[in-house]
Structures are given as structure tokens and as C-alpha cells.
């Protein structure tokens, strides 16, 4: 019974659990056995010989937006801008392509790489666009800038009341500065339909896109038009839209604000083929270092006047439960310590009433109390972790946090030693996509706590076995797992961090075929 049957032969396969042979044996969709060519060629059977390379499983990325992500590629981003005068120069070349009655819409900027190192106001984009509604997204996504006639359209002024989970900037007065955060931001970027700035092409490519890194599946969040980068409209519409030239397995996680938002959902992603499936319920307990709005139970170093913002709240509870009850997972963003905790104390009462724990992640898990790491292993529940954060973040996140809790933000390696089953993402559009990039951070985290860092083959497994766990697949490369294949130019196990950023993908298999780049 050799139909259909394929042998790919390498230099060697190497999976987080060492190298268990050099040829990988196929059949179809799935993986038949891994081993050595002596043991596993027979005659009948072809082979597919990469010499001199190296076969890994396909690599995972248990946490990121494709929607957004397309966005920022197809001309969205706000990457290099490096002062307010370039930030007025690309919005106002921007918007020249734009309807007279489009917003003005751009993800990705970066305060930290501005030379005015501040955020910029309603005034500063003013500059650029009087008339026409402008919101600009900080990369982290949890805060964003509005123009004054965006905030006029929102009807946002200095008598709005800061929203539930988020905050207005004001100035001295009491006016409004266009410096949204956390749900802040909903309160306009619901009203600007920005979903024009991705095609389904452009969505199409991304995902392409992430195959030339290697990445053969994807925990994605999906926003319904009222979450983060709301502009974009309903993210699931988008995907279910091109569910047939999807090239990679996408798991798919909803922001939802309603449980039968949820389900109805679930239910889109679910009918819309095999490479799309609902996975769960994705929620939001706080909000970003980088915004001064994760939780903390202590102030920020660098802002002694400021915890945070804690947005975790009975809907999520609520939307939890429902998740639950549908099949699904449960996975909450909580980047501060305080955020940490909270999350672990609904967990715990989701578990305590039945709720299988393997199911059950917190986003990023950024900085944790020493306690609720044992906290974490003893439930056994995932940390989703981005170690890309760390390249973004290293020139200031030491003042942020301070000495104290430095020793235990991105505590991979503690985690790890713990017994916490660990996920590797990227957050994209937050981070870059590569995954060899992230594996390389996981590493040697930028100089940052580097006794933090964890070993070669703990960082390949946060991208392959961890990520596939974390988003409910078989482990990679058992038998009857899906033939998710990445062959590479080296070993990431046998090289430095550098070199495993220079990882060269040579071809990427899913489910049995390799990708053909061109095709779409
Ligand atoms: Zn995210």
C-alpha cells in the first residue's frame, strides 16, 4: 500500500525532541512515520531528496492578526517614520490616494523611534489633514492618535467621560490632546471604515507570505469590527471571504462582545472549509508596556502615577464561560503583573467548574509575580509568549518595569523550568511574522535578563511543538499528524542566535504538497 506515499529525505530532521533521523515518510495529507531512509524507503515509494538540508516541523505562530498584518504590509504601516514632520509628510501623501470622504488610517507607529521621543497630538496630525478624519495606531495597538476632526466626528470632546477600560488624553483644560487608549480608541476607530487599505489579494499574499518564513499554521485573532483596529471592519467576513486560497491552517480566535456574536462566529469560520476553524474566545485583561496601560500591582518606574488600565470584566467572565460551553478555548491578553493575577483567578474558577485547563492561555504573560508562575504550572495552563516583543522593547523596558520585576518580565526560562506549557507567536502586526526571528529573541532576548533565555531546542519547540499544543493540534510529526514540513538551509539547534536569524526556508509543506509561492 504505497500510494500516495512520499519520502522526503534530508541531512537530517530535527524536531524539539532531538533529531530522530534524516527522512520523513508521507502519505497524502499525513505523516506516516520519521526515522532513517534505510528503515523507511521501499522500492515503489519516491523520494524527494534535499540535500544538505535540514527538515523541521512546519513552525506555528500561536498568536497574531492576519487582517491587520495585511493591512500594515499593503501600506498601512507607519515603520521608519522617524520624526512629527515625516509623520505629517506620510500622512499627507497617504491620504492623496484616498476618497474625499476615506479616513486616513495607519497601524505601527513607534513614539520610542521618534526623535521628539513623545507621542504626537490631534494638533501635530492637524498639520497634515484638517478635514479629513485621521486615526493613527501605536504599534502595540492599544494605543492610537485621532485627529480634531476625527475626535469631532466621534463627538469625543472635554465633556466625554473616559469609557470603561480606557482613557482620553487631556491637556490642562480638560481637552481632549487626540491620545486615545485602550477602549478610548473604539470610540472612533468603530466609525472609520478602513477596510479598503486591505484587498482580498493583499490578504491572500500575507498569508503567502508567511509560508516563504516557514509558518504552516496560525493562531489568529480575529476583531468583528469593535476591538482593536476596529477600522478594518469584521475580520472573520475577510478571511471566510478568500476561505478558498487559504494556503496554511488558520485556528481562529474572536473578539467578541456577546456570546452570540461568538457563536455566530465560531459557526462563519467552522463552515467556511478545512483551512479555517474556530478555536475560542480571545479576550483582553489589560493593555501594553509600551502604553503605560498594562495592569500592574505596583506604578510603572518610569511613571509613579500610573498602574494601568485593568480591563478584565464580568463580559469576559461571561464570553469565557460561553467559549467553554461551545468546545473552545479561552485565551486572555494580560501583560502586567496585576493583569497576570487577575486572569489566574478566572482561570482558576473556569477549571475549578470543569474547564479542561490545556485549553485555557494567557496572551504574553509579560510580567508575572514570582507566585503566580508556580501559580500557572500547578493549573497547567498556557503561556502565549512573544519573544519579539523583547527586540522592540529592550532600550526601555528595564526603566519601565525597574530591577525588581525585570528578573520576572518575559520570564521564559522560568516558566519553562516550571512545568508551563509555553506557545510561540508574534503578535504581528505588532512584531515581524519570522519565526526565526523569534526563536533567535527567545534566545538571547536582546541582552535583556539574559539568564531568561531559553535553550536551542526549547526555542524551537515554542514555535513547533509548544505553539501546536497551544492551538490544539496533534504533536508535529507524529504519525497521523498533518504533513506540515518546513526544510530549511540549517540546524536551529546547532546554531547561535545570528545564525538562526539568518535561517534560509527553502520550501514549506502543508498538509503533504509544497507550497507553490506562485500560485494564489
Ligand atoms: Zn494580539
Redesign the pocket.
Known sequence: MNAGRQLLVAEAVRTARGSPGNAILIEGERVVAVGDRDTLESPGIPIVEFSGAYLLPGMRDA?M?PVPYASSLAGSSLDGVTTIDVLVDTIRIGSEVLGADEPYVALRLDDGALAERRLPTRHDLDAAESERPVLIHRYCGHVAIANTAALQLAGVDASTPDPAGGSIDRDVDGVPTGVLRETAIDLVSTLLDASGTVTDDALVDALYGLTRMGITSIGA?FGLGDGPWASLGDEVARMVGIADRVPITVHGFVIAHTSDALADAARRLDDAGSRLRWLGYKGFADGSLGGHTAAMHAPFTDRPDETGTMRLDATDRHLAEASVAMGGMVAI?AIGDRANSAVLDLFEELIAGGADPHRLRI?HASVLDRSDIERMAHLGVTASVQPAFLGSEFDWIVDRVGADRIVSTYPFASLDYAGVPLGGGS?SP?ESPDPWAGMALARDRAGVMTSEGLLPDRALSLFTDGAAAALGEPLPLSPGSPADIVVVDRDPVACSPDQVRGTVVIETWVHGAPIEVATR
Open positions: 498568536h492578526h485573532v491578553h496572551e503578535d505588532v
